[in-house]
């Protein structure tokens, strides 16, 4: 089984404990993980000051504000600064977005991750166990599946973040794409959506991260998770 | 069977695991003051370059219908200084230079005499916002061929009364929706939209469509490539 040639038991020589650890997240994942950590971060602001210039999605004249994002919590200083950083950080974003697609598929790794019928039953107990006090369900691989659900749903959304991205970039040479999101005007505002479907990701993710502890964090460093769960003893 | 290993062992592994991250750091020079500057013209020259690869010149733009046009009253007044730079319309001429065979003064008579042609295209502004609007004009393609420029230089280069300045490259110059714009919704262009003579393209963001034409020059080498894109914005931005 994958699963098992992947599970090691580490023996402390000195107290003859052993624990167990699992290699979780392959090296190409990793580094796509914390790239697109940065690039993410970096798109998102300096989106948000390329929004600035036109804080709306309505007419010009008259022009009716959506609301005024702080300059502090943007990236680029400027619009033209701003457009800088988002058109040379996009190029970074599709790379990796490229490559972990790749790797996933052609690895068999997205097996880990991708979110299927028969994880449809195990999203509920998940639900009333994270937000309803319910009991919590046994974890039988790498992820439960809610968690498959996010991260499925977060890969979408990256694709559609690249989508409604070259929608607003290139409305003529693109122009099907552009058309299939209702022109440039609304592609703009499908783009400005998905940022904010991907942040709020973001969001729910670090929490997790911040609640499930340290073993979880590493092993998105090193590869190895500590101590897993779902590893018979 | 699982495979057993020393902690020391595993550790060591980890490690290795996690150095293998390092050239992340990298990434760092973006926060590096005196590298950020070209990292960022180097991308966004990046992307100037994919958006040559990526212009078709015979795809056209999507033209709209009469009723999805933008009412003339609400499409905007863009300028970087004064709407009307107070241009003496009795004087006026497009001052022509460079490598064509025919260089010298041109009236608005003459570039009226090419063929006109009218189209509702959308008007797309770098900061977001986009109008759709009516021009006629005459194809700067045939003003060029009507001048014998070079059509083998790199970019059409224009001055404008407020000392706006702007380049455009020689296939986006020969697009078929290319004007040399000298009407709006079917009037002849208003001061503060850039009469008597300004660009309109479609396939380009809106800083690209300079205004209140004074000078037009065929070149491949440009001194500067435009005010805005002087200051950091692409030099290509097409749509």
Redesign the interface.
Known sequence: MQMASRTIAIENTKTNEVTEAVFEHPFVIRLCHWVNAVSLFVMAGSGLQIFRAFPSFGAKIPQKDLLNWPKSLAIGGWLGGALQWHLTFMWIYLGTGLLYLGYQVFSGNYKQVLFVSRDISGVWPMVRHYFFFGPKPPLREAYNPLQKHAYTSVIILGVLSVATGFAVWKPIQFSWLAWMMGGFHYARLWHFLTMWAMLAFVFGHLVMVVLHGWNNFVSMLTGWKKDPEYVAK | M??????TK?KS???R??L??T??IA?GA?AIPGLQES??????G??DWA?KL???SG?L??TFADSEL?PF????INDYDVDDPGVDFDRWTLTVAGSVQKPGDYTVAQIQALPRFRQNT?H????????IGRFGGARLSDFLKAIGADLSARYVYVECADDYYESLDMATALHPQTLLCYEMYDQPLTREHGAPLRLSI??KVGYKQAKYLTDLKVTSILDRAGY?ED????KFY??
């Open positions: 699982k495979a057993r290993i020393d902690k595993f592994t980890s490690r695991e996690l293998k991250l050239p992340m990434l973006f990292l960022l013209k180097t991308g966004l990046f992307s958006s990526l212009f078709r795809h733009a999507t933008t009253s609400k499409f905007p959308r797309v502004c770098v900061e977001g916002w986009d109008v479609p396939t805005w200051q950091g914005y692409s097409g749509l």
